[in-house]
């Protein structure tokens, strides 16, 4: 008597399902690598855009424009006189809206003041002394992301390189 093998046996489907396994396992931590990579150069686009907006809102209004970056709030916000009072008008959540810590040298917080002529004033002109605050070195903005990681470097006159 001839038997007729037709189909898998239970050895071939338990090996499939397991080289199956394997591979998304594979391909599950590559994507997570690739979306933390890509998060991390989103939120330094995202600055590098907040930078430039405050420069811009400067020299449309003819007002200085202060950017403020909370390293230990992994947040940014930035500032306006409107009607000679200073007023918030805008504030980014790294954190909380990206995912991403945002780190800077010592954690401290500091502000960038953008003048109606594009450029960086360290004296923040018409903000009141409580905000104001002189920095004439480098600082370099970084986004973290387990472990990757994107950076911006903040010059005196307020010029970005990243």
């Known amino acids: 008597m001839k038997r007729n093998k037709r189909g898998f046996t239970l050895i071939e489907m338990v090996f499939v399902i397991l080289i199956g396994s394997i591979l998304t396992g594979i391909a599950l931590s590559s994507f997570q690598n690739v979306q933390a990579r890509m998060a991390v150069r989103g939120a330094k686009q995202v600055y590098m855009?907040?930078?430039?907006?405050?420069?811009?809102?400067?020299?449309?209004?003819?007002?200085?424009?202060?950017?403020?970056?909370?390293?230990?709030?992994?947040?940014?916000?930035?500032?306006?006189?409107?009607?000679?009072?200073?007023?918030?008008?805008?504030?980014?959540?790294?954190?909380?809206?990206?995912?991403?810590?945002?780190?800077?040298?010592?954690?401290?917080?500091?502000?960038?003041?953008?003048?109606?002529?594009?450029?960086?004033?360290h004296d923040c002109g018409s903000f009141p002394a409580a905000m104001q605050q002189t920095y004439t070195d480098t600082v370099r903005l970084e986004f973290w992301l387990n472990a990757d990681s994107a950076s911006v470097l903040i010059l005196p006159m307020g010029q970005l390189i990243g």
């Open 49 to 121: 855009t907040w930078h430039q907006r405050a420069r811009s809102r400067a020299i449309e209004t003819g007002e200085t424009v202060a950017m403020i970056v909370y390293p230990q709030g992994d947040s940014a916000k930035l500032l306006t006189m409107i009607n000679g009072l200073p007023e918030w008008t805008d504030l980014q959540r790294f954190d909380e809206e990206l995912g991403v810590d945002l780190r800077a040298r010592g954690n401290a917080d500091f502000q960038l003041c953008m003048t109606p002529r594009g450029f960086a004033d």
